[in-house]
């Protein structure tokens, strides 16, 4: 397995540095990534969470890492497959670690009260996305939540990351968030087509969802991953007219020429 020296030139002008993760192999199928996830760390501090993503015990890895106070690391190659994602699926790709490249956030996350981000830290992944998505022509559909596509097993990077800012910068796809009004709600247990239409809408825009008609555990997740990421007003994994508004509005804004 092919190691970063640390005294490469980082992929990215916007790193600091090379910290060397030994956690890595090759991208499967040859494939060129095509998508960027972002995470928080999850973890109380900064030192901690780089000395997880280092360790070749711990088999977990991503790309860059930024600090709070928007310094970047860079600890594996872009071109190599780091250990970011574990299982999941986007659009029908379930190998999202060839396709992907990962950035950790250094945050404490849910476990730790979900604080705010830190204004520096938001810049430099803005600053750090950016840079990626135009050197790897990564659509903006595609820069995506741990938890779009891991929506039963991941929170991250949770439902006070700015998506509206990375946006606002050129990165992601998004769409102001339909106003919350009273009204019908589709929620856990309930059955039938309008679940299946649903769900069929949450495949559409790429979300892992099996259309059963069913509103099921798998969908609560889905659903509650999409308002994190889209309409972070309310949270609930309940379908009210403003999570449909905003998905069919991301669904027609989202561009026509094909990936790649």
């Avoid at 309930?190 to 559409?204: C, R, T």
Wanted: net charge negative; charged share 20%.
């Amino acid at each position: 397995m092919a190691v970063p020296r640390s005294d490469l030139t980082p992929d990215s002008p916007l790193a600091s540095k090379v910290h060397p993760s030994p956690n890595h192999g090759e991208r499967r199928d040859g494939r060129r990534p095509d998508m960027l996830l972002l995470h928080y760390t999850g973890m109380p501090t900064a030192a901690g969470a780089l000395a997880r993503l280092c360790d070749a015990t711990a088999s977990v890895s991503a790309h860059y890492l930024v600090f709070e106070d928007g310094r970047v690391l860079q600890l594996v190659p872009e071109g190599r497959r780091a250990w970011h994602a574990g299982a999941g699926s986007w659009a029908g790709e379930t190998d999202i670690n060839s396709c992907s490249i990962g950035i950790e956030i250094v945050h404490p996350g849910h476990a730790g009260g979900l604080p705010p981000y830190p204004e520096a830290q938001i810049a430099s992944v803005a600053a750090l996305s950016g840079d990626i998505v135009r050197r790897w022509s990564i659509r903006p559909e595609r820069v995506l939540a741990h938890s779009d596509v891991a929506p039963s097993r991941k929170e991250d990077p949770g439902e006070n990351f700015p998506w509206a800012n990375l946006h606002g910068a050129g990165v992601g796809h998004w769409t102001d968030p339909a106003p919350i009004r009273d009204g019908r709600v589709f929620a856990a247990g309930d059955q039938g087509p309008s679940i299946e239409a649903l769900q069929a809408l949450f495949a559409l825009y790429g979300y892992p969802i099996e259309l059963n008609g069913i509103f099921d555990e798998t969908t609560t997740a889905v659903v509650t991953a999409f308002q994190r990421h889209f309409r972070q007003e309310r949270v609930d994994g309940r379908v009210d007219a403003s999570t449909i508004a905003t998905l069919r509005a991301l669904i027609e804004t989202l561009p026509s020429s094909p990936a790649g």
